[in-house]
């Protein structure tokens, strides 16, 4: 009830703004992408709402381009947060293109945050065409190597990609 008083009270918009506004590159950006993540794995209603802010989607994907040099734990909020939206809006993840720079992440970052890029995957993925094209673009060997990990949510996370 709390989170859709909020909602409802615009801080979806008012934190989309804060990303916008410094292309995600203050001290807000941490709080804000976890908030936002917090929203967004309440339900698809949440994560449909903060998709549908015409400010969000732009910083978020700054944020994974290479001339924004994200600091990883940055950008270790950010892959929770498409994580969270992933479940029920994948469309609007990959057409703004975040599945490329997901798999360059699962297959080549700090565990941690391949760790994150893993669960964004699976839960793409879970969508026959998105996994088509991620297994175009080479996730199948880094999610195998997962199976050889001793964290054993990733080893699950693996073998359900």
Known sequence: QAATALAEAGAVGALSQALHRTQAKNPVATPALRTLGNFASIGENFAAAIVAEPLFLPPLVHLYSAEAE????????????????????????????????????????????????????????????????????????????????????AVMCALAV
């Open 70 to 153: 994200t600091p990883k734990g940055l950008l270790k909020e950010a892959t929770w947060l498409v994580s969270n939206i992933a479940v029920g809006q994948r469309e609007a993840v990959v057409g703004a293109g975040l599945l490329p720079p997901l798999v360059q992440i699962v297959a080549s970052a700090q565990f941690d945050l391949q760790r994150e890029a893993l669960f964004a995957l699976r839960n793409l993925m879970a969508e026959p065409a998105y996994a088509t094209s991620a297994l175009e673009q080479g996730v199948l060997a880094p999610v195998v190597s997962f199976l050889r990990t001793q964290d054993p949510d």
